[in-house]
């Protein structure tokens, strides 16, 4: 791909913390790479773009790129997003948001920021596990999984972000990889191109945290899991049949319109002023 030639230095700040703060084998690195050739291939200016972050591993990708950015409180972010894109509609806004910062405590404006249908992409890092504060358990720690609060295996049921995203409304969900990062750059300019809210689910892996309290062998082993452990929707029948042959289906779930929350609301607004 052409756009991988691109010179990624234009779109970091070099005064930030270099090198990454993440830690060896994490994939948020990945992700932070395929958002930067997104907005390249996309070519969104920067000063038209904004990013907002929460508090986690995640929450550091804001640190980094050179765009308009809000680094927030945990659980809070699409609650800024949402008050930042209502104010300037014709931005673009990325939320950068861990599997516990948007499903636990973020949870609430998870599904609202759905629902309403307001235009905004939901990049979810899913490495399972709270990995910056301590490896407690979080909405998509698999059952039997060890963590901090669970030491003897995970008994509660995980979250399917696919699911839950299009149960509250999302008008696009889609579930990628670090480890395919050709697919994961096609399905980020895919999110950030949808109008309305855009929900894309990144599994990375978490060797500090996760893959050391569950045994899972070193990053290297667990990029390896994310490629055997998934399949893609291209290649399965369908998501039932992906489900049951014990893999994590990934691919395009959701892509279908309805009116966008900003552009109803600047409508009521006209018809209230008698426009």
């Known amino acids: 791909m052409a756009y991988r030639n691109i010179n990624v230095y234009q779109y970091l700040r070099h005064e930030k913390k270099f090198p990454l703060i993440w830690c060896a084998g994490c994939g948020n690195g990945i992700v932070l790479g395929s958002i930067i050739r997104a907005l390249h291939t996309l070519g969104l200016p920067k000063d038209q773009v904004v990013m907002v972050s929460g508090i986690g591993c995640s929450g550091r990708t804001s640190t980094y790129v050179d765009v308009n950015t809000l ?9 800024f997003a949402t008050g930042v894109k209502l104010a300037r509609p014709e931005l673009t806004v990325l939320v950068v948001m861990g599997d516990g910062d948007a499903l636990a405590i973020g949870g609430n404006h998870f599904i609202h920021a759905a629902r309403r249908n307001i235009d905004m992409t939901a990049f979810v890092y899913n490495n399972n596990i709270y990995g910056m504060t301590g490896g407690q358990m979080s909405p998509t720690t698999p059952q039997g999984k060890i963590a901090t609060t669970a030491p003897f295996g995970n008994i509660e ?7 839950l995203a299009e149960a509250a409304g999302a008008t696009f969900a889609a579930r990628g990889t670090v480890f395919d990062t050709d697919r994961l750059d096609e399905l980020v300019e895919l999110a950030i191109r949808k109008n309305g809210f855009s929900v894309l689910e990144i599994l990375s892996p978490c060797p500090t945290i996760y893959g050391r309290h569950n045994k899972l062998g070193s990053a290297v082993d667990m990029l390896r899991h994310l490629d055997e452990d998934t399949v893609s929707l291209d290649e399965a029948e369908n998501i039932a049949d992906a489900i049951k042959s014990g893999k994590i289906p990934t691919g395009v779930f959701v892509d279908i319109d309805r009116p966008e929350f900003c552009e109803s609301y600047a409508a009521l607004v006209k018809k209230a002023q008698g426009k």
């Not at 680094?71 to 609650?79: E, Q, S, V, Y």
């Not at 049921?157 to 699911?163: G, L, N, P, T």
Request: aromatic content about 6%.
């Open 157 to 163: 049921q995980s979250f399917d972000v696919m699911r």
């Open 71 to 79: 680094h927030t409180t945990h659980g809070r972010a699409l609650a």
